[in-house]
């Protein structure tokens, strides 16, 4: 077993720790960021399949903007645990037999391509990490689907920033735009009033012997 194998099961096994923490840990923020590391495993897979540009683009997208962007919203919004588990047996059963069938799926794929002896498909090592021949596919046989991946993009952004302008009860909102519209006369008023004679003061020092 060479060092570049090694590098492989001790990448894979900690994505495979990583991703199972993220629908086992009862916190949603310490579960995101065991989805950072299970991203930065990946990364390291592909560094070692030496797609380098894959690798790259899977950490700064991934790592640095979408998942930082889910971590803050997860931090801002206010999550109650308690309600998210409360139907957790009720969907059980339905869990178990979508979870079953993914297995078998995977299964299936896994068998097909490694126990039954086929056709071997040319080797896209070579040219996977070329960052000119993405660019061609992705510009002209993938332009659609990447179009669509940036509007689904957009939506989830704009559903982020939504989620943090709405107004809570619990908190003190500033309105930047009303301190700005605000006059002069608003700030300060100056109230004339009459003097007051403590009379009730006066009388009891009087009856005082």
């Given at each position: 077993m060479?060092?570049?194998?090694?590098?492989?099961?001790?990448?894979?096994?900690?994505?495979?720790?990583?991703?199972?923490?993220?629908?086992?840990?009862?916190?949603?923020?310490?579960?995101?960021?065991?989805?950072?590391?299970?991203?930065?495993?990946?990364?390291?897979?592909?560094?070692?399949?030496?797609a380098?540009?894959?690798?790259?683009?899977?950490?700064?997208?991934?790592?640095?903007a979408?998942?930082?962007?889910?971590?803050?919203?997860?931090?801002?919004?206010?999550?109650?645990?308690?309600?998210?588990?409360?139907?957790?047996?009720?969907?059980?059963?339905?869990?178990?037999?979508?979870?079953?069938?993914?297995?078998?799926?995977?299964?299936?794929?896994?068998?097909?391509?490694?126990?039954?002896?086929?056709?071997?498909?040319?080797?896209?090592?070579?040219?996977i990490?070329?960052?000119?021949?993405?660019?061609?596919?992705?510009?002209?046989?993938?332009?659609?689907?990447?179009?669509?991946?940036?509007?689904?993009?957009?939506?989830?952004?704009?559903?982020?920033?939504?989620?943090?302008?709405?107004?809570?009860?619990?908190?003190?909102?500033?309105?930047?735009?009303?301190?700005?519209?605000?006059?002069?006369?608003?700030?300060l008023k100056?109230?004339?009033?009459?003097?007051?004679?403590?009379?009730?003061?006066?009388?009891?020092?009087?009856?005082?012997?």
């Open positions: 060479d060092f570049i194998t090694v590098l492989f099961y001790v990448f894979a096994t900690i994505m495979v720790v990583a991703a199972a923490r993220v629908i086992t840990a009862r916190n949603p923020v310490t579960a995101a960021l065991f989805l950072v590391l299970a991203f930065f495993q990946a990364g390291g897979i592909w560094m070692l399949l030496k380098e540009f894959l690798a790259i683009v899977l950490v700064l997208v991934y790592v640095g979408v998942m930082v962007l889910f971590l803050f919203v997860v931090m801002m919004i206010d999550i109650d645990n308690t309600r998210l588990r409360e139907g957790f047996w009720n969907y059980l059963p339905v869990a178990s037999v979508v979870g079953g069938i993914i297995v078998l799926e995977m299964a299936s794929v896994l068998w097909r391509v490694y126990g039954v002896a086929g056709p071997q498909a040319p080797a896209a090592a070579g040219t990490g070329n960052t000119k021949e993405l660019g061609k596919l992705i510009y002209t046989q993938y332009i659609y689907a990447f179009e669509i991946a940036a509007v689904i993009l957009l939506l989830a952004i704009v559903a982020a920033v939504a989620l943090t302008l709405r107004k809570r009860k619990d908190i003190k909102f500033f309105d930047p735009g009303e301190a700005v519209r605000v006059k002069r006369n608003d700030r100056i109230v004339k009033m009459d003097a007051v004679k403590h009379v009730a003061a006066t009388e009891a020092t009087k009856e005082a012997p």
